[in-house]
């Protein structure tokens, strides 16, 4: 709560007109389309999904994120105190982080298109405590690698496999998917649609293999 009340006040300047006043922000998971799915000690998990037409509420980002886009559509972003600003959609898979724990933002996001515009947002609360993970264990190729995170983009056909590392980290499905991960403790496996996820918890390398029909894209978050 301190958190919050001070980030809030980072932004109290911009604030200059009643209507502005009159809709200060909310904590994230305040904003209705943001779905708390999952939260532990190191990550929240936030489901965003805004139907066409939505209007967003404004809400305040004040932790580390790295967000995955599953659907696209144009979306207008609207910084606190600044004039709304129309994006066209991303592309389903693109990943990105966004440091918010040093920077904090409040903003709405508006759905301006015709689709559903999806996001998952994972926020990175607290690292895992681990080593830096060598160079050659990434999981697919690296979209970002920072103090925090190392983001991997993994594509596997049928029946191919990859590894993915510890100390821990968050699997998210950008596609619909059957997996197993095979771990030293034994094999699970695991059904996934578009925005699926799955926590792991664990200093050992874990083997991820597409068992499915079809091909599996999928953004692993590394926690460092």
């Known amino acids: 709560m301190f958190r919050f009340a001070l980030a809030v006040t980072l932004f109290s300047t911009l604030c200059s007109s009643p209507m502005l006043r009159a809709e200060e922000p909310v904590p994230i998971e305040e904003e209705p389309q943001h779905k708390l799915r999952f939260e532990n000690s190191h990550v929240r998990f ?12 404004m809400h305040i980002h004040h932790h580390d994120g790295v ?9 207008e972003a609207e910084d606190w ?7 066209p959609g991303r592309t389903p898979g693109e990943s990105y ?3 918010y724990g040093t920077r904090p933002k409040a903003h709405r996001v508006s759905n301006a298109g015709v689709g559903i ?19 050659d264990s990434a999981a697919g190729p690296v979209v970002t690698d920072n103090p925090r995170v190392r983001v991997s983009r993994i594509e596997l056909e049928p029946g191919a496999s990859t590894t993915l590392h510890g100390p ?19 094999t699970e496996r695991i059904a996934l649609d578009p925005a699926g996820f799955k926590w792991r918890d664990s200093r050992q390398a874990m083997t991820l293999t597409n068992v499915g ?5 999928a953004i692993d978050i590394l926690v460092k």
Do not use: W
């Open 46 to 57: 936030f489901d965003v999904r805004l139907p066409p037409g939505y209007r967003g509420v």
């Open 67 to 75: 967000f995955v886009n599953i659907e696209a559509s144009a979306t």
């Open 81 to 87: 105190g600044k004039a709304p600003v129309t994006r």
């Open 97 to 99: 982080f966004i440091g």
């Open 117 to 135: 515009y999806h996001v998952i947002d994972t926020e990175i609360l607290a690292g895992c405590g681990g080593a830096a993970p060598a160079d």
């Open 168 to 186: 821990c980290g968050m699997l998210v499905a950008v596609t619909r998917a059957l997996i197993t991960i095979d771990a030293p403790g034994g």
């Open 213 to 217: 029909q079809t091909p599996l894209l």
